[in-house]
């Protein structure tokens, strides 16, 4: 049983347009993770959460935290083809250990 | 900074040999390592948790004789799937964590595994 419901499992954009993933639970967790993995390759980190409320930027990416640290999600500006991947919300449960979302195959065409 | 390696990417192996993988933390000291599983367009499968000179703690259903993990080391660990069968064949990805602040997880490339 997963933790984190990630949505929508697959999406599919032209560049240029905006998307956003959305990472939700029931569980509270003390901080949550984006990874983005393309085929063949382990996951990349991209931001770390740790504050209920908290907003990062990453260039084109702004990643939201919830208020009750329960969910998550990542908005993408202008998609790009190079923003193509598998894109992996994490919680954080105990022991270091991380509990995965689905993950998300995005995909942006040219 | 915060680089993982793991060797090798590939194997292809007969069914009932063995097969070990390394999983190196390069410019860090891993307090703990991850093994994952998985599948293909599928998320990550945590199989168990290893910390340096203890035993590791498997996930339910995991069996631990069948995948045998050693952490020698702060900077390596190894995976070795025991009497490999077809049903063994996946994508295998650790992940190393130095207890930083945030306890941030830092993934290794991954080990495309294929039992004939």
């Known amino acids: 049983t997963q933790l984190l419901e990630q949505s929508p499992q697959f999406l599919s954009i032209q560049e240029g347009e905006n998307l956003t993933v959305y990472c939700n639970s029931s569980?509270?967790?003390?901080?949550l993770q984006w990874y983005r993995q393309e085929p063949g390759e382990g996951p990349v980190l991209l931001v770390t959460?740790?504050?209920?409320?908290e907003v990062k930027k990453l260039k084109r990416l702004t990643f939201q935290f919830g208020d009750a640290r329960k969910d998550s999600s990542l908005h993408i500006t202008a998609a790009q083809p190079g923003d193509t991947g598998l894109y992996l919300c994490?919680?954080?449960?105990?022991?270091?250990?991380?509990?995965f979302g689905a993950g998300t195959t995005v995909t942006v065409r040219a | 900074g915060a680089v993982v390696s793991q060797h090798p990417s590939r194997v292809i192996c007969k069914s009932g040999t063995s097969v070990k993988i390394e999983c190196r933390s390069l410019d860090f000291q891993a307090t703990t390592m991850f093994w994952y599983r998985q599948f293909p367009k599928k998320s990550l499968m945590l199989m168990a948790t290893?910390?340096?000179?203890?035993?590791?703690?498997?996930e339910q259903g995991v069996e631990k004789d069948k995948f045998l993990i050693n952490h020698a080391s702060l900077t390596l660990s190894t995976l070795t799937v025991t009497s490999a069968h077809p049903e063994d064949s996946s994508f295998y990805i650790c992940?190393?964590?130095?207890?930083?602040?945030?306890?941030?997880?830092?993934f290794g490339p991954g080990t495309r595994l294929t039992v004939l």
């Open positions: 994490a919680g954080e449960i105990n022991d270091y250990k991380l509990s």
């Open positions: 569980s509270v967790f003390s901080s």
């Open positions: 959460v740790v504050t209920g409320g």
């Open positions: 290893s910390n340096e000179g203890s035993k590791a703690t498997y």
């Open positions: 992940s190393a964590t130095g207890g930083n602040s945030y306890n941030e997880q830092f």
